[in-house]
């Protein structure tokens, strides 16, 4: 199973970017799939998460501004960042919970993205 992730790039204060990620390989079911980041000298923190059943939730600091989206047909999830502020600069990674067919259920990581907000 890998996550590809890509869509990141430098954009000015204000402006957006949309952030996608698809998930291939032998897989059964994907449970939760998660948008993290994290910024230089700063640990890792979930940004955004949806369920299998289209629940979502937010980082307080990204709510009213980001959508976080998937298609389980497809398996992808996007993060669309609007509004995006120099504080939001950072590597973000996709992460998804994934069984595969031996009904084993693990944790995976896309290889991150860079986004640069420019002031």
């Known amino acids: 199973v890998q996550l590809q992730a890509s869509g990141g790039g430098l954009v000015q204060a204000g402006g957006s970017l949309r952030l996608s990620c698809t998930a291939s390989?032998?897989?059964?079911?994907?449970?939760?799939m998660d948008w993290y980041r994290q910024a230089p000298g700063k640990q890792r923190e979930l940004v955004a998460s949806v369920t299998s059943g289209g629940s979502v939730n937010y980082a307080d600091s990204v709510k009213g501004r980001f959508t976080i989206s998937r298609d389980n047909a497809k398996n992808t999830v996007d993060l669309q960042m609007n509004s995006l502020k120099p504080e939001d600069t950072a590597v973000y990674y996709c992460?998804?919970?994934?069984?595969?067919?031996?009904?084993?259920?693990?944790?995976?990581w896309g290889q991150g993205t860079l986004v640069t907000v420019s002031s």
């Open positions: 992460g998804a919970r994934i069984g595969g067919y031996s009904r084993q259920w693990f944790y995976y």
């Open positions: 390989g032998i897989i059964w079911r994907i449970d939760n």
